[in-house]
């Protein structure tokens, strides 16, 4: 049971992984470009892109909290920082990764209606 809840999770996130980076961008004119050009940003980066060349930018990452029920967030104020880029430039799409290497407990997250709940109010904390 615990092998096939993990691997609905699994098809579930590539899923949605898949939908967010294949779902063409909209102008302000409502006119669907062709181009979606994303810039992966990791959380130790001091690098910090143009925003100018890009539709979207995905952040690394934040990772399911030990007890299960949010977000813990590596170098928020990073986060903030690209998050900030879409004040000069509406038309960016700024994502989260949540996972990355051995971050473990999304399975966990998921298994429980309670912690999703809670994680999905988390994740609102955070977008807003």
């Known amino acids: 049971m615990e092998y096939k809840l993990k691997s609905i999770c699994s098809q579930a996130f590539t ?3 898949l939908t967010l980076l294949l ?4 102008s302000r ?3 669907k470009n062709k181009k979606v050009v ?3 940003v ?3 980066s001091k690098v910090m892109p143009d925003p100018t060349y890009l539709t979207h930018i995905n952040y690394a990452f ?3 909290s030990d007890s299960f029920d949010g977000l813990r ?3 928020e104020s990073r986060l903030k920082a690209i998050a900030d880029l879409k004040k000069t430039h509406p038309h960016l799409k700024v994502l989260l990764s949540v996972g990355g290497w051995g971050s473990g407990r999304f ?3 998921a298994a429980d209606k309670s912690n999703r709940k809670k994680f999905a109010q988390d994740c609102l904390r955070v977008v807003r």
Not at 23 to 26: D, E, F, G, K
């Open 15 to 17: 899923v949605l992984l």
């Open 23 to 26: 779902y063409p961008s909209v």
């Open 29 to 31: 004119a409502g006119v």
């Open 38 to 40: 994303i810039a992966y």
């Open 42 to 44: 990791t959380s130790w």
């Open 62 to 64: 934040a990772h399911v």
């Open 73 to 75: 967030i590596d170098n």
């Open 107 to 109: 399975s966990e997250m």
